[in-house]
């Protein structure tokens, strides 16, 4: 193989350039002549396609329905945003020309769907009987960030989902609050097999234009925290600021209330980067469009026909199988490329495997071989592929757990997060004086209040002398 096509650089050792090499020699993406906008290559599309369909058919069960708003949003809509709009002022890419004329009103592309959708629902929903009103739009959106780009972690144009629900009060809305949180686990803990943190962002941390914001966290294998999706309560700011009102049973004319929540292409970016190696990239198998290559062994014509018709009878029987038989490529360029690719399995098929009716299966995470009977081979994958893609969750799950550590003691916090990283658990008063010390101390800001922590008991803030209200998880972020 030659050294274009294998990953030159170790993980452990420049984390962004393999990652840079792992997503383009795999063919997950590539680099465009637009800076900071990627292609989402075949693999990668697919690999999204999948997330995509698993977790809209989550949002129907939660009665999330899917629809689709305009690209552009008018400059007067987003004016009215103005809070929540703040963060993104910097990043928005304008519209201001068509062909040879300058328009009247400069057009937003759509950096996210606030502006434009209530400017519709102002007007669809007047009674409580329009209630809950729950929408979701598969799209792209554009933040023209100045940062350096990195594909899928951070892009100028990227694809998400965004939902944006409304409700009659505030209890109906967090209800969905948990329904949405679960179908984002079981998206990334089951598919993705990323474990994650759930918790509580603080005040500091959260949505500009949200009550309350949560999210899922993930520890990346260089000790750096990073969001993964994230959901908003936002009260009655939207409504107030976009005129959402309905009448109440009782005649009454009331905000509503809101959601909105999304999940993006960055969450391929975070599984990419936990469980690839520095053979190339490794795909969690339930994510993997094909979950087995057939590598034939030959050196005659007449080898080359018994292992073909072996090869043909193991693709019909495995699911998402394909052979490699091109003729000009050694097997061992093929191991190597399909290794690269992030294949689960290799199937290699020689001519002392036809004589015995059997065939050598590859783990791609473990390396492991094992000879398995053609016979019932399609049971053997499934189990390799199960044991394959728990494996990945544990591993994942081993270092979120080896990187999380406890103090109640800020000189010892302070040297944690300079010299290992991780998540640093420690309890914290709640007062942003706090977290804005310890962010301009370390760098590392609170990823969020995790769900699974009781509240602290007898314990005084890390930082002051206060009573501690949270047990909070303090990480450097990307
Ligand atoms: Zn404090």
Redesign the pocket.
């Known amino acids: 193989m030659s050294e274009d096509l294998g990953i030159t650089t170790s993980k452990k050792e420049n984390i962004g350039e393999w990652y840079r090499e792992v997503v383009t020699k795999s063919g997950l993406a590539d680099y465009t002549s637009v800076s900071g906008c990627f292609v989402l290559k075949p693999l990668s599309y697919s690999i999204w396609t999948t997330v995509r369909r698993g977790l809209d058919k989550l949002f129907k069960d939660i009665g999330v329905e899917n629809a689709y708003f305009p690209l552009f949003i008018p400059d007067k809509l987003l004016e009215k945003e103005a809070e929540h709009f703040e963060g993104f002022n910097p990043e928005v890419a304008w519209v201001t020309r068509a062909g040879n004329s300058e328009l009247d009103e400069k057009l937003a592309v759509r950096p996210t769907s606030e502006a434009i959708m209530y400017d519709s629902y102002k007007d669809w929903i007047r009674s409580h009987r329009d209630l809950p009103l729950k929408i979701n739009q598969w799209n792209n959106v554009v933040r023209w960030e100045f940062k350096h780009a990195t594909p899928f972690l951070r892009t100028r144009e990227f694809l998400w989902q965004e939902g944006h629900s409304a409700y009659a009060s505030k209890e109906e809305a967090l209800k969905d609050k948990k329904s949405v949180l679960d179908a984002y686990q079981e998206i990334c803990e089951d598919r993705m097999a990323l474990p994650c943190v759930r918790g509580t962002k603080t005040q500091k941390e959260k949505f500009d234009g949200a009550v309350n914001s949560y999210s899922l966290e993930h520890l990346l294998p260089d000790g750096q925290a990073i969001q993964g999706p994230s959901f908003h309560y936002d009260g009655e700011n939207f409504a107030e600021a976009f005129g959402i009102t309905f009448t109440d049973e009782d005649g009454e004319e009331k905000n509503v209330h809101q959601n909105t929540f999304g999940f993006s292409t960055r969450q391929i970016g975070i599984m990419i980067m936990m469980h690839s190696d520095d053979c190339g990239l490794v795909i969690p198998p339930r994510l993997a469009p094909t979950k087995a290559v057939v590598v034939p062994i030959y050196n005659n014509e007449e080898e080359r026909k018994s292992v073909l018709g072996m090869a043909e009878e193991v693709n019909e029987k495995v699911e998402d199988c394909r052979i490699d038989n091109r003729d000009h490529k050694t097997p061992g360029w093929k191991f190597n490329e399909w290794e690269v690719k992030g294949v689960p399995l290799r199937i290699e098929i020689g001519s002392n495997e036809v004589e015995d009716g059997e065939v050598t299966l590859v783990r791609r995470d473990t390396g492991k071989k094992t000879s398995v009977k053609v016979e019932g081979i399609e049971k053997k994958v499934k189990e390799e592929l199960e044991e394959m893609q728990k494996r990945l969750y544990r591993r994942a799950e081993e270092f979120m757990e080896e990187n999380t550590r406890e103090t109640e003691d800020y000189e010892e916090l302070k040297r944690i997060i300079k010299e290992k990283g991780g998540f640093v658990k420690a309890p914290?008063?709640g007062?942003q004086v706090?977290e804005d010390i310890v962010k301009d101390d370390t760098k590392a800001k609170i990823t969020n209040i995790p769900f699974k922590y009781d509240k602290p008991e007898d314990k005084k803030?890390v930082?002051?002398d206060?009573r501690a209200n949270h047990w909070v998880h303090f990480a450097k972020s990307r």
């Open positions: 914290w008063c007062k706090c803030c930082r002051c206060e």
